[in-house]
């Protein structure tokens, strides 16, 4: 009997504290599914082995000499890797929701906290994957990141999409909230993109802030010759630009 043979994630510490470096190991170590393939202590080299190998998860430092994490991860942000900054400081969270990463742990990292972060990269990856096999065939879930999890979401649970500058929230539904645990998710997706992901049956760009599911559409009403939706769920009064109000009509009559 053969066997079963286990896929290898290829990791990859760069910090150059030797210390945090050992703690990492000893954690990391002690998973059949992480192989460490490089160590490094700066920057510049670090960028030239994760172009080189190619690694599958990374974890990174924050500030070191020369050249920093920020640096590394923007140099390398083509390269598909799973990102971990780990850093002894907690100003650096906003900066490194700006990058691909999706977990950022604060030195001392306690070991339950890394294997944490490890068994959340195992299962999210697995969890994507599922997703977008899925999505080959139908187009009602959307595989979303927001810096810190892989999150499958169902379109029936969006009500609205809303830009705020350079990221989008998109607002649940109770269905939404109770398997999400949360209101809303943030994302980096862009509103051109989502429009092109999301049913144009189910949903309708009313302004360029705005997506809306059409199907939470209560009311339309004006307010000072300006043009706006209520929701089924939630007080929001979401605006409609006005070369969008004919458009809005005509979905909303084809919804009857």
């Given at each position: 009997m053969s066997e079963l043979k286990i896929a290898v994630k290829r990791v990859m510490l760069i910090d150059d504290e030797p210390a945090a470096i050992n703690h990492l190991r000893s954690v990391i170590n002690t998973f059949d599914e992480l192989e460490i393939i490089a160590e490094i202590g700066d920057g510049?080299?670090?960028?030239?082995?994760?172009?080189?190998?190619?690694?599958?998860?990374?974890?990174?430092?924050?500030?070191?000499?020369e050249v920093t994490g920020f640096e590394v991860a923007k140099v390398?942000?083509?390269i598909s890797y799973?990102?971990?900054?780990?850093?002894?400081?907690?100003?650096?969270?906003?900066?490194?929701?700006?990058?691909?990463?999706?977990?950022?742990?604060l030195k001392p990292v306690r070991p339950s906290v890394l294997k944490k972060c490890?068994?959340?990269i195992l299962h999210q990856e697995d969890m994507a994957l599922e997703a977008l096999e899925e999505q080959k065939g139908q187009s009602d879930s959307l595989v979303l990141s927001d810096g810190k999890a892989m999150r499958v979401v169902n379109q029936r649970h969006i009500t609205y999409i809303e830009g705020i500058g350079r990221y989008r929230c998109i607002h649940l539904n109770q269905a939404g909230i109770d398997l999400?645990?949360?209101?809303t998710i943030v994302s980096g997706t862009t509103l051109d993109d989502f429009?092109?992901?999301?049913?144009t049956s189910a949903f309708t760009r009313l302004h360029r802030s705005f997506i809306v599911s059409i199907e939470q559409i209560v009311e339309i009403s004006v307010e000072s010759r300006r043009h706006y939706v209520s929701l089924m769920e939630g007080e929001m009064k979401i605006p409609v630009a006005r070369a969008k109000v004919s458009e809005l009509k005509s979905a909303l009559n084809k919804g009857q």
């Open positions: 510049r080299k670090a960028i030239k082995e994760i172009i080189k190998q190619k690694p599958d998860i990374v974890f990174l430092d924050i500030e070191m000499p390398t942000e083509d799973q990102l971990v900054f780990v850093t002894a400081y907690d100003h650096y969270a906003l900066e490194a929701f700006d990058t691909k990463a999706i977990d950022y742990l490890i068994n959340k999400h645990r949360m209101p429009e092109s992901q999301l049913s």
